[in-house]
């Protein structure tokens, strides 16, 4: 039923937009994942990893509207949920812009862009441990001020709900501090076609069971063009992670990954990742002592872009864990994407 009330919303929206400024994206993105050791946790098959569907237009001559709609599969079923809905205005007042409603946090570098436009296909294992695997999203308020004494110069802070954290399917519950973010970014214009974008990054939370969550970030995007066309992407994050439990217990998490891609030709770019995570406060269960673990992961992937409607990637990556100095799980997959768009496409940020 709820897949019928969809089609009829969007194919009303397809008559009713002629002419309305209205635009609808319409997204796919298809995942295969072979596991390449015995200990590989993917499932050896192709994958819906994501069906999206974005409607965007100007509500008046003062607000604009985003309405974002996805399908994922999980557990063998696709389940549509909504991603974003929020209105929002850049007229209001000076040098700010605001949404109100449900989106993505703008903190970090990936958390900020929906999964089919991250420049490699699986998120590293810091991203998919503090933010989950795809993002984290929230209903709330997100102000966005430009600095006025700071060329390139944005601070943007949210306020959200925080009923629920991460890729939940229920309503949550209430928290004793909701979810409050920030994020100071500088960006640098060495000419027309380069620049460096620098983030810093602040959330704070906790739950209905006075569970603490800090997150502090780090974020760095370099890119150069030739005309039109990226040349060098340069994408570096690094996050720490405090919590505390009712109890009193401190655990501390640290990680990163830094990202390289190059173009080959016109279509062709090569990437290649790293990326390293660890448990500050992690103890042996019997002797209580602090134990030395990391883990560490690889990834080299080939992109073909045939426009900025399609792409198709192919992709190896490996991560091993380590503790005391044995490897314990080894997770080496081979992974094919292709992405396509319908419609049109909301332009990006840097």
Same mark, same amino acid.
């Given at each position: ?20 400024? +209205? ?13 390449? =050791? ?40 696709? =389940?549509?949920?909504?991603?974003? /809905?929020?209105?929002?205005? @850049?007229?209001?007042?000076? &040098?700010?812009?605001?949404? /109100?409603?449900? !989106?993505?946090?703008?903190?970090? &570098?990936?958390? *900020? ?30 102000? %966005? ?41 500088? !960006? +640098? ?20 069971? @006075? %569970? ?8 760095? $995007?370099?890119?150069? *063009? ?9 994408? !570096? ?7 505390? %439990? ?16 190059? @173009? ?9 990742? /790293? ?7 992690? *103890? ?16 080299? #992937? /080939? $992109? ?32 094919? #994407? ?13």
């Amino acid at each position: 039923m709820l897949k019928l009330i969809i089609s009829l919303f969007l194919l009303s929206f397809t008559f009713l937009s002629y002419g309305s400024g +209205l635009e609808i994206s319409v997204s796919g993105d298809m995942v295969y994942n072979q596991g390449v =050791n015995e200990t590989s946790q993917a499932q050896d098959k192709l994958t819906l990893r994501g069906a999206e569907v974005i409607l965007y237009a100007p509500i008046d001559h003062q607000f604009n509207g985003v309405l974002s709609i996805a399908a994922h599969e999980e557990n063998g079923q696709s =389940n549509f949920e909504l991603h974003e /809905l929020y209105l929002g205005s @850049s007229k209001l007042i000076p &040098r700010t812009n605001f949404k /109100l409603g449900q !989106f993505f946090l703008g903190i970090g &570098r990936i958390n *900020r862009f929906h999964q089919h436009d991250w420049p490699f296909t699986r998120a590293p294992k810091v991203h998919r441990s503090f933010f989950a695997k795809e993002g984290i999203f929230d209903s709330g308020l997100e102000v %966005n001020y430009i600095l006025p004494s700071l060329s390139g110069s944005n601070l943007t802070m949210g306020l959200t709900s925080g009923h629920k954290y991460g890729h939940s399917h229920t309503e949550g519950a209430k928290p004793k501090t909701p979810t409050h973010y920030a994020r100071y970014s500088h !960006f +640098l214009e060495f000419d027309s076609l380069t620049g460096l974008d620098i983030g810093t990054s602040y959330l704070g939370r906790q739950d209905a069971l @006075s %569970n603490k969550m800090s997150l502090l970030g780090l974020d760095l $995007t370099f890119k150069h *063009r030739v005309g039109r066309h990226l040349d060098k992407l340069f994408q !570096f994050e690094t996050w720490y992670k405090n919590e505390t %439990n009712s109890l009193n217990e401190l655990t501390e998490q640290v990680g990163f990954y830094f990202f390289n891609e190059y @173009s080959l030709s016109y279509h062709y770019s090569f990437g290649y990742r /790293l990326d390293g995570f660890k448990d500050l406060t992690k *103890r042996n269960a019997i002797t209580g002592k602090k134990i030395n673990n990391v883990n560490y992961g690889t990834l080299a #992937q /080939l $992109t073909y872009q045939s426009s900025e409607f399609a792409k198709m990637r192919v992709s190896l990556a490996h991560e091993f864990d380590r503790e005391e100095g044995e490897t314990l799980g080894r997770d080496t997959r081979f992974q094919l #994407q292709y992405v396509f768009f319908l419609g049109s496409h909301p332009a990006h940020v840097f």
